[in-house]
């Protein structure tokens, strides 16, 4: 039996713990838009995932997130989990809460809570992409599904640190920005295998980003091309490059021109398969995860996603 309330997911954690505060302000918003609905607290990792698999198998097909790109992560995968409906039957909206909220960005929903709640009740919708991908913990392969980035190398590294900083109760938008000027000290490049649908690439890597939308952390366009339904992942590789050239470059990080410098590498494909001589860190949507060798699939047109305005 199909539930027409909302399933709102909310993680008091989300933002280093403002989402808690603001959670009460939140729920006032929108029960006064006229919103009915069920409201789920998370209290550990993974838990919006076992809440949204939860929510579909007791008939819930109207999920609203709050929190960040990391509780929007665990919610598709419990859609991903379950087998009992299409995925595409569920529709999501989200009313950002995060750190950096770098999918919110790519879909143009607000930052103010109002106006986030007004997007959702109108519920324009809009259904992209999703990513699998296939990885190394230790000595398990497991597998994870992600609707905007991953990052691999360096930028799984920042986003490691700027993780263990969140917990800490540091909260920031230049908090990604800061560690990767902190993280550039001791880091070393790695040599990787790349195939992309069958084309190969070898070099001295030092971070590569794929994925379906265009921005993370809080705001780098690292996907400038990226267009989160044409059923195509965008890869980026940043290759051996010295330390000084980074520093310069970081504006074109956040201006959409990375892609213009020489020591950047950009492509795309279906099916993308990483093999390197050492251990490289991944990170997708901001979690994370294991290490390579990794396997990207994509998922055309798999999500329903609320927009405040269509985008490519």
């Known amino acids: 039996m199909t539930i027409a309330k909302w399933l709102v997911i909310v993680n008091p954690n989300a933002g280093a713990g403002k989402c808690g505060k603001d959670w009460p302000l939140i729920d006032k918003i929108l029960k006064k838009e006229g919103f009915e609905y069920d409201a789920i607290l998370t209290s550990k990792r993974l838990h919006a995932m076992v809440i949204a698999r939860s929510g579909i198998r007791e008939g819930y097909r109207k999920m609203i997130i709050v929190g960040g790109d990391g509780t929007l992560n665990e919610t598709i995968n419990g859609i991903f989990a379950q087998k009992e409906i299409q995925t595409t039957e569920i529709t999501l909206g989200m009313i950002p809460v995060g750190t950096g909220n770098d999918w919110a960005r790519m879909f143009r929903i607000p930052p103010d809570y109002h106006k986030a709640v007004l997007t959702i009740k109108k519920e324009k919708t809009f259904i992209q992409d999703a990513g699998k991908v296939i990885f190394m913990k230790k000595d398990r392969k497991l597998n994870r599904y992600f609707i905007n980035i991953a990052g691999i190398g360096f930028d799984a590294m920042v986003t490691l ?152």
């Open 161 to 312: 640190r700027s993780n263990a900083l969140k917990e800490k109760g540091k909260r920031s938008p230049f908090l990604y920005f800061w560690n990767i000027l902190l993280g550039l000290f001791g880091y070393r490049y790695f040599n990787a295998m790349v195939d992309v649908d069958g084309t190969v690439y070898e070099t001295d890597i030092f971070s590569m980003n794929i994925g379906i939308c265009k921005y993370n952390g809080g705001g780098m366009m690292q996907l400038p091309e990226a267009v989160p339904d044409d059923g195509i992942f965008d890869l980026t590789i940043i290759k051996r490059i010295r330390k000084i050239e980074i520093i310069r470059s970081l504006p074109k990080l956040y201006n959409g021109k990375i892609n213009k410098h020489p020591r950047v590498l950009s492509c795309n494909g279906k099916n993308i398969t990483i093999q390197a001589t050492r251990n490289v860190m991944l990170e997708t949507d901001g979690e994370s995860l294991g290490h390579t060798p990794i396997q990207f699939e994509i998922i055309p047109r798999s999500v329903k996603v609320i927009t405040g305005k269509k985008t490519a």
